[in-house]
């Protein structure tokens, strides 16, 4: 009976959610691990120290900001698809996301339990954090249909 016990905590233990992530950085996190993996990302600061930005291209592609509060933790993430970019990335709202991908295959890849679509949007999501996940997409007059922008906040 005990080792039935076990094994069911166990399963429980690692059918955990992994936390939510756009592009590696999750919110609410604090800036200096993010910044000490990239250590050439350009820096910005507010003169009245409310904010504080950096930047940086990822290995795989794509451009990364981040934006914190004036205690250093990530309240926003960018990122933006470098033309003819290649490959995928993590997603708040789906794990692994081609960036070749249209609204329609996030709609399928997205948990409606995790991150409920936004009455009238086609790329708003609320998460049960209160944060706000938006995706933006390139139309298919542009020729070049895909993701070109995700951004995760909270408001």
Not at 34 to 44: D, L, V
Not at 68 to 93: H, M, N, Q, Y
Request: net charge negative.
């Amino acid at each position: 009976m005990i080792d039935l016990l076990l094994a069911a905590a166990i399963a429980v233990a690692s059918s955990s959610p992994a936390p939510r992530t756009l592009a590696g950085l999750t919110l609410g996190t604090t800036l200096a691990n993010a910044a000490s993996e990239h250590p050439g990302a350009e820096e910005s600061r507010d003169p009245n120290g409310s904010w504080h930005s950096w930047k940086w291209t990822r290995p795989e592609g794509g451009v990364v900001s981040v934006w914190t509060d004036s205690g250093e933790r990530i309240t926003k993430i960018d990122f933006i698809v470098v033309a003819g970019e290649r490959g995928s990335v993590d997603l708040p709202c789906a794990r692994s996301f081609d960036v070749e991908g249209s609204h329609v295959n996030l709609g399928f890849a997205v948990d409606p339990k995790d991150c409920v679509l936004r009455q009238g949007s086609m790329s708003t999501y609320d998460l049960p954090d209160a944060s706000i996940f938006e995706a933006r997409f390139d139309s298919p007059d542009v020729g070049d249909f895909g993701l070109r922008e995700a951004l995760w906040y909270r408001p």
